[in-house]
């Protein structure tokens, strides 16, 4: 792989889902692991270092497999929760 010593930028072509946004975005990879992401003719900017997004993904995947256990719990209970006792019961 080649180093990366100078920022390299590239535009997306426009994808949004929502409707809402219609405009190409700009992604920068600059030299120490940051990401920088900006709309076309917009001066806001966001960034993000490699790590935190890499982390970022491994959280929203987890977080994505314990909904799908737990939904997956809930159906095979019948959508009811055991009752525990209270300490006071005991």
């Known amino acids: 792989m080649t180093r990366l ?5 590239r535009v997306t072509a426009p994808h949004n889902p929502y409707g809402t946004l219609r405009r190409d975005i700009n ?3 600059e030299p120490g692991g940051l990401i920088t992401l900006r ?3 917009r001066r806001q ?4 270092t490699v790590d935190s997004l890499f982390l970022l993904l491994i959280r929203r995947e987890h977080d ?5 256990k ?7 209970t019948g959508g009811q929760r055991t009752k525990r006792k209270s300490r006071k019961e005991k």
């Open 64 to 68: 994505a497999k314990q909904k799908e």
């Open 27 to 29: 992604i920068t990879l």
């Open 5 to 9: 010593t100078k920022p390299v930028t």
């Open 70 to 76: 737990s939904t997956k719990r809930a159906l095979s």
């Open 45 to 48: 900017s966001y960034s993000i």
């Open 39 to 41: 709309e076309a003719r």
